[in-house]
């Protein structure tokens, strides 16, 4: 995406303005939409975003909001709309050493935060890519950093948070006061109804960083493997402990063209871990290490336990999902709750994990154990993994058959799950659950409370998964 300087003062931009095109397309995903907002915004502070939202008001415009850029379908690009990228918005982060409270900004990054958090010692739970923005990824519910353990980050860990309404109205949200909007904003995404302008959340103290990976070819053994590694889960401890199984062709990274040579998949099977030494990091991963005779036959290499910085895990996630050298994506998503088998899983993930359509494709499973309260926030799916791919690609012409692909695969996928990660939600593409019907009917209430006159539109789809019927 590039990088961006700190303007001297809110820049107002239209379509003749220099820097137009560049806030337009500042997304992680080399597939821009055509849609062309009349007006972008990138405010300085709280009060530059009311009075983006007041114009609207009176222009009728629909708003979009942008944060970091991850949703890759780049929903906050409205044709003949406001876009309002909150990038630079309030960027001062606080924190108070009674409550150990942090105070920060939507448009902050996860680079950012950990920055930060790491001078003074503590920890927040934010995401696994140095570029996601806070708002977006807390508005989707935030699977972060150890979420198997402690839950979504925005329910567990937001307190409260400023939001500017469609009316223009700053207003503080938490659990006591306008609590029916801090419950709708966890989890739903895109269809925010508001502009996230603060958030308050809750630290720990911060830990050490460990991690050990093993790499093998999965390509005649995927069925066996990927099973072991799901049962390995249960065996594995929860608390301040990622699992994560990913796959990757062995050519998928460099250069190259979008075809796979080596037509090799590996599987990688990671733990990371936040503990004090590396002798507990150890004795948290040694389930492991019984990893079976038959497996241990096709280990193409094996990372040993070691302590980590952050910026070292970045990397590695930069090199599983690469951006910014013309990378365009397809992304999809399940969340599987807790009543699909491991052989229902291990049969439908193999279509979107071992049998990737592009040599920089990537599948993952990731072990959430989720089972998030709706009386909290609107997040409500109940998850035991998630699948995804991340069809990555750079030949234009490939759009519509990474499309069908994405389509096909994950209906047939959707069969074994519960619905959708919300980051991943696109109307264009598959239509699917976010949260549970009682929930969506409670948080559309909110929504039509507060907007009445629809500025945010993102929430559309939405409604149109009341109509599905449940698969499980």
Known sequence: MGSYAKPESTLVLDPTSTEYERYRTRIYNARHPDRKPVEIVVPLTTTDVTSAVKRAKEKGLKVGVRSGGHLFAA??????GLLIDVKFLNKDIQYDPVSQILTFSPGHTV????????????????????TVGAGGFLLT?????????????YESWVTQIEVVTPNGEVVIANKTDNHDLFWAAGGCGQGFFGVLTRVWGRTDRLRKLFDTTYVLDSTDHFKPLLKWAIE????????????????????????????????????????????????????LAAPLDTLPEEFRKIVVSQIPM???????????????????????????SVLVGFDASDDEIVDKAEAALLKLPTRKATGALAIVDSRPDENIQALSLPSRLMISSMVCYQDPSLDAKMDKWALDTYTEIEK???????????????VSKIMTDSALTKWLKIREKYDPDEMFIGYRGFQKSLERKWNR
Not at 75 to 80: F, G, L, R, Y
Not at 111 to 130: M, Q, T
Not at 233 to 256: C, H, N, S, W
Not at 416 to 430: C, P
Request: glycine content about 16%; overall charge negative.
């Open 141 to 153: 519910g935030g699977q972060g950093l150890f979420c198997r353990g402690h839950g979504y980050t």
């Open 416 to 430: 074994l799950g519960l619905g959708q990660h919300a980051g991943d939600f696109d109307v264009n593409q598959r």
């Open 306 to 332: 070691q302590e980590r910085e952050f910026e070292a895990l970045w990397d590695l996630q930069d090199k599983f999902i690469p951006g910014g050298n013309g990378e365009r994506y397809r992304v999809e």
């Open 75 to 80: 929903p906050a690009v409205i044709e003949q």
């Open 232 to 283: 390995l889960a249960e065996r594995i401890p929860k608390q301040q402990v990622d699992y994560f199984i990913g796959t990757m062709y062995a050519d998928g990274q460099g250069l190259g063209d979008d075809e796979s040579r080596a037509k090799r998949v590996l599987m990688l099977i990671n733990i990371t871990i936040g503990c004090d030494s590396i002798e507990e990091a150890k004795t």
């Open 111 to 130: 680079e950012e935060l950990a920055g930060h958090c790491g001078k003074i010692g503590r920890f927040f739970p934010y995401g696994h890519s140095r």
